[in-house]
């Protein structure tokens, strides 16, 4: 006997995202994008995820809703700083 053959089937939007997921007949995850094609929102057979983001599309929170309850992560943006010697040659560490 031969295993049994599940087609998988992807669609995608005219800017090239991943939009739709298709497990033989079954349609398994939806994505939907802002306008700078950033995920906004993904469905899936295990829960939906949320995503936000800044003026600059950095993400910068998350939520995710399964059915054990809700997670919400805040992403921080990076800081960089630079150190100088008062004659504005960089310290060295």
């Not at 995202?17 to 700078?36: E, K």
């Not at 983001?53 to 995710?64: G, P, S």
Request: some cysteine.
């Amino acid at each position: 006997m031969l295993p049994a053959v599940i087609s998988r089937r992807f669609c995608y939007d005219a800017r090239g995202n991943q939009t739709h997921r298709y497990v033989g007949s079954s349609l398994t995850r939806r994505v939907d994008y802002t306008i700078f094609d950033k995920p906004h929102t993904i469905w899936s057979n295990q829960g939906e995820s949320r995503f936000s983001y800044d003026a600059a599309q950095k993400l910068v929170k998350r939520i995710d809703k399964k059915a054990g309850g809700d997670t919400v992560t805040y992403y921080v943006v990076t800081l960089t700083i630079l150190l100088q010697h008062m004659d504005k040659t960089p310290l060295s560490f």
